[in-house]
Nanobody, 126 residues
Framework: QVQLVESGGGLVQPGGSLRLSCAASGSIFSTTAMGWYRQAAGMQRELVAFAPSVGATHYTDSVKGRFTISRDPAKNTVHLQMNGLKAEDTAVYYC????????????????????WGQGTQVTVSS
């Protein structure tokens, strides 16, 4: 049974930083692509960042240059470092594992897998 446990959300002022973590149980971490999604109130869930087990990382345009996804294989953990936070980043953030990662002609895509974390609230407000 695979479990994803998230942590690191909270309240931060505009321009501040947070680091989200997603710890994965089981043997899935080393071989699977993973992604971070977010869902703001009244909005659809959107993909924020994703990475294959090995290789390049990818971001939605609104967070490029501000967010960084990284993996720590020794701890079976994926992080999302968020800098320069804006009010529009306010949302519940979810990690996802075992998604379908495709790379083609310099671009990449990620379709969510069956495993989701419980979500962690990020609120950016003064």
């Amino acid at each position: 049974q695979v479990q994803l446990v998230e942590s690191g959300g909270g309240l931060v002022q505009p321009g501040g930083s947070l680091r989200l973590s997603c710890a994965a149980s089981g043997s899935i971490f080393s071989t699977t692509a993973m992604g971070w999604y977010r869902q703001a109130a009244g909005m659809q869930r959107e993909l924020v960042a994703f990475a294959p087990s090995v290789g390049a990382t990818h971001y939605t345009d609104s967070v490029k240059g501000r967010f960084t996804i990284s993996r720590d294989p020794a701890k079976n953990t994926v992080h999302l470092q968020m800098n320069g936070l804006k009010a529009e980043d306010t949302a519940v953030y979810y990690c996802n594992a075992a998604g379908t990662y495709r790379s083609y002609e310099g671009a990449a895509s990620y379709s969510p897998g069956r495993y989701w974390g419980q979500g962690t609230q990020v609120t950016v407000s003064s």
